[in-house]
């Protein structure tokens, strides 16, 4: 846990609102000290550390995991993100992760003298859990999650998708220039790619997999699968789960590139393959709009994984 984030959170523990913090979607806190003004803000998983007029970081919020990932920051007009872009493709930047560490220090270092006091509390709105469907509408979702969603709104399937009472959701969506996307939810576990076939396989090229949290309706990323190999966000170990931060900065820019593809790449106007939703506990009651086969896709429980992780 990087000094920032825990003398932040000794500053909000302070305050008695560090609790409120965690489990709110929205908040902003101001702290003055004499004319500085610190300003700790959080809408839904970024979160926002900024001392007028110098400093500003910027981090992810991990449900699974105490520590906030880092993402850039803005230091005397010279920004440092800590993922850089190249062909679309993100890649870690060593260099500006340890300037970032260097920054937030001297912030820290700043932080540490003197008596910060609360001036406003709770400027944003507060989201309990589980949170309504209108509560559900003002969280600001991931980009994948959005244009995922488009695409079931128009087959009008997003409803069940996010509906647990739905046992089984499925999409298959077809155009001449690409390979057949697929949207599926299978109980809480979510898959979205494409697929291609090798040997009478079917091979992900590539596909990304979620949990569905059934309180706000929120997709939890778990890991990408590709040719080459899968990429794990989220493990389970000795019946933990655990969340490899590193690996879940490099899912959200990761899809979000993908999201930006497929609203380029014309799949609201492409063909419908398969299409069905099925009802909890009744089998028979299934809502069909073309042929329906066995799902495509199979979901082998996370405790069986046999990695070596690197934390």
């Given amino acids: 846990?990087?000094?920032?984030?825990?003398?932040?959170?000794?500053?909000?523990?302070?305050?008695?609102?560090?609790?409120?913090f965690r489990n709110s979607q929205n908040v902003i806190y101001v702290f003055q000290k004499r004319e500085e003004?610190?300003?700790?803000?959080?809408?839904?998983?970024?979160?926002?550390?900024?001392?007028?007029?110098?400093?500003?970081?910027?981090?992810?919020?991990?449900?699974?995991?105490?520590?906030?990932?880092?993402?850039?920051?803005?230091?005397?007009?010279?920004?440092?993100?800590t993922y850089l872009s190249f062909e679309n493709k993100p890649f870690f930047s060593a260099k500006n992760y340890d300037l970032f560490l260097t920054k937030a220090e001297a912030l820290v270092s700043e932080l540490e003298n003197g008596e910060w006091k609360t001036k406003a509390i709770l400027m944003g709105k507060a989201l309990p859990f589980p949170a309504t469907a209108e509560q559900r509408a003002e969280i600001r979702l991931p980009?994948?999650?959005?244009?995922?969603?488009?695409?079931?709104?128009?087959?009008?399937?997003?409803?069940?998708?996010?509906?647990?009472?739905?046992?089984?959701?499925?999409?298959?969506?077809?155009?001449?220039?690409?390979?057949?996307?697929?949207?599926?939810?299978?109980?809480?576990?979510?898959?979205?790619?494409?697929?291609?076939?090798?040997?009478?396989?079917?091979?992900?090229?590539?596909?990304?997999?979620?949990?569905?949290?059934?309180?706000?309706?929120?997709?939890?990323?778990i890991r990408i699968e590709q040719i080459f190999g899968d990429s794990w966000v989220e493990i389970e170990r000795d019946g933990k789960r655990l969340v490899i931060p590193k690996m879940q900065?490099?899912?959200?820019?990761?899809?979000?590139?993908?999201?930006?593809?497929?609203?380029?790449?014309?799949?609201?106007?492409?063909?419908?393959?398969?299409?069905l939703s099925q009802v909890e506990e009744d089998e028979d009651d299934i809502k069909m709009d073309s042929s329906m086969g066995q799902s495509l896709l199979k979901f082998e429980p996370m405790s069986g994984v046999q990695m070596d992780f690197a934390f």
């Fill in 249 to 275: 900065r490099e899912f959200q820019t990761f899809s979000n590139v993908f999201a930006r593809n497929i609203m380029g790449q014309g799949w609201m106007e492409a063909d419908v393959l398969k299409k």
């Fill in 143 to 221: 980009k994948f999650q959005v244009a995922i969603e488009k695409l079931l709104n128009k087959h009008g399937l997003l409803e069940a998708f996010n509906d647990p009472k739905w046992l089984s959701v499925y999409l298959k969506l077809h155009q001449a220039s690409y390979m057949d996307l697929v949207i599926e939810r299978n109980g809480p576990s979510i898959v979205v790619g494409h697929y291609c076939e090798q040997n009478g396989d079917l091979i992900s090229d590539p596909v990304l997999v979620f949990r569905l949290d059934e309180t706000v309706r929120t997709w939890i990323p």
């Fill in 37 to 81: 003004r610190l300003v700790v803000k959080r809408h839904v998983d970024d979160i926002e550390i900024s001392k007028e007029p110098n400093y500003w970081f910027g981090f992810q919020w991990f449900p699974f995991n105490p520590s906030w990932g880092t993402t850039n920051c803005k230091v005397d007009e010279v920004t440092y993100p």
């Fill in 1 to 20: 846990m990087l000094s920032l984030q825990r003398i932040v959170e000794d500053l909000l523990a302070k305050n008695d609102v560090l609790e409120t």
